[in-house]
């Protein structure tokens, strides 16, 4: 499809629980990003993927953190016993060629943890 | 290192005002790109231009401007004649040097009032 797919849009976790999200690229875009974003304020890089592979993962908390990108399914971003902090809209985008034509977001996934 | 500085936290205008949003930044890369998104407060990220370092050439959309100046490393936003519609966080953001994410400013939350 033309539209990067987050799911889902609300994810609502005990402290310490985990947090599963997802999200399917543009058919035909080879790299994927994540971005965490706080409070509608600061857009933190987590974590990109060219294909399968991961690109660059200097922005990821390496503690609780995980992601991948497996053929024919949608990405994932997993957080293991989820903290208040983590908290924020979680934010995925794909692109052509490293972001040089561009990035299409989706519609992100907002994490609560109470 | 690199580095977007949107220095303007809010700004609040009256309907049919023009108002610019200043976007600083710093990169060592000589290829580059540049990029504006709007965030209405339903939250998507809706992408409005994108510009590389070897096109100074500034463009008009409509009511929307963009003024690229590489000597002082800013590429400032113009809304003329502002609408209510218009409020929302402008982010801008840049890609450099090979690592294909972009780095974004703190945005500006534009509030335009009747």
């Known amino acids: 499809g033309e539209e990067v797919a987050q799911t889902p849009k609300h994810l609502v976790r005990g402290e310490g629980q985990k947090a599963k999200l997802y999200c399917a690229p543009i058919?035909?875009?080879?790299?994927v990003f994540w971005y965490q974003q706080v409070l509608k304020n600061e857009f933190k890089f987590l974590i990109s993927?060219?294909?399968?592979?991961?690109?660059?993962e200097t922005g990821m908390p390496k503690e609780r953190f995980s992601a991948k990108c497996l053929p024919n399914s949608p990405c994932s971003l997993e957080i293991q016993a989820t903290k208040l902090e983590d908290s924020a809209v979680y934010f995925c985008?794909?692109?052509?060629?490293?972001?040089?034509?561009?990035?299409?977001f989706g519609s992100g996934t907002r994490l609560t943890v109470v | 290192a690199q580095k977007v500085t949107q220095a303007q936290t809010e700004i609040s205008v009256v309907e049919k005002e023009d108002v610019t949003l200043d976007c600083v930044y710093e990169?060592?890369?000589?290829?580059?790109?540049l990029f504006w998104y709007k965030q209405p407060p339903s939250g998507e990220l809706v992408f409005l231009i994108r510009?590389?370092?070897?096109?100074?050439q500034n463009e008009i959309s409509g009511r929307y401007s963009w003024n690229f100046q590489k000597s002082t490393s800013s590429f400032n936003f113009t809304i003329t004649a502002s609408q209510v519609v218009d409020s929302a966080v402008y982010f801008c953001?840049?890609?450099?040097?090979?690592?294909?994410?972009?780095?974004f400013g703190k945005g500006t939350k534009l509030s335009v009032k009747p």
């Open positions: 985008a794909s692109s052509h060629i490293q972001g040089n034509y561009g990035y299409t």
């Open positions: 058919k035909g875009h080879s790299y």
């Open positions: 993927f060219q294909n399968e592979n991961v690109f660059d």
């Open positions: 990169t060592r890369d000589t290829t580059y790109y």
């Open positions: 510009r590389n370092s070897f096109d100074e």
């Open positions: 953001a840049l890609r450099g040097g090979s690592q294909g994410n972009l780095i």
